[in-house]
């Protein structure tokens, strides 16, 4: 059977935003349309977003940040442990096949030409008759983004050896200096500043007596 899926997408949910997902990986043949690194997954399902819109246009609302591609999601099957959903991109004939965990990742399948035949293509891969072809275009994927991150790290982070192996009697051998040292040589300082002052001070004193003394006697 002709290979119908050509194309897949991997997006993962960004941690601060509970709409946004970021493209992690790609393979095959991407479409122009689809050419977006960054997805918004809109939920449609609750009952209050029901109520506010009259016409229900799919479960899910998937689009790019500039809307450039945009599309309407429903949900064929929910009892796997993910979402089995349908879309489409505008003005072509191709079918996107996605298995959605929201919260976690978004998986796009990229089937050109298969638009009309909807029903017939989700059939067949509920009962895993494109199951080589979507395990292929995983594996082809992971390794795609496996390259370009080992090759981002492909960078050598050896560090020099360093000779951390020493003699320690020599190196306790070694003058301990005498920390009473400074403290002598400032007070020896301060004694030989002091001596001349004192002598000054006392012949000072001294002519100070004698003038006294002859004061007294006249």
């Known amino acids: 059977m002709k290979t119908s899926v050509t194309g897949y ?7 601060f935003s509970s709409t946004k997902y970021t493209k992690t990986s790609q393979a095959g043949e991407i479409p122009k349309g689809i050419s977006t690194d960054v997805l918004y997954l ?17 479960d899910y609302l998937l689009r790019s ?19 089995i959903a349908s879309g489409d991109i505008k003005g072509t004939e191709t079918l996107l096949i ?16 298969k638009k009309k035949m909807r029903g017939v293509l989700l059939k067949q891969i509920q009962e895993g008759k494109f199951s080589k072809e979507i395990t292929s ?37 070694f003058d301990i200096p005498d ?17 001349p002052i004192k002598k000054r001070a006392s012949g000072n004193r001294k002519k100070q007596r004698g003038r006294s003394e002859k004061t007294h006697s006249l």
């Not at 009952?47 to 016409?55: D, E, L, P, S, T």
């Open 65 to 83: 940040k500039g809307k450039e591609f945009q599309t309407s999601l429903f949900i064929c099957d929910s009892s796997q442990s993910y979402l």
């Open 137 to 173: 275009l995983r594996k082809m994927a992971a390794k795609s983004s496996g390259d370009i991150f080992n090759d981002s790290l492909n960078f050598d982070i050896s560090l020099p050896e360093i000779d951390l192996s020493f003699d320690l009697e020599e190196q306790l051998n």
């Open 42 to 58: 809109i939920d449609r399902t609750s009952q209050a977003v029901r109520n506010m819109i009259h016409k229900m246009k799919g």
């Open 98 to 113: 996605l298995f959605l965990k929201p919260g976690e990742q978004i998986e796009i399948f990229i089937a050109p030409g």
């Open 9 to 15: 997408l991997l997006f993962t949910k960004d941690l």
């Open 179 to 195: 920390p009473m040292a400074n403290l002598r040589a400032l007070d020896s300082d301060y004694s030989e500043t002091q001596k």
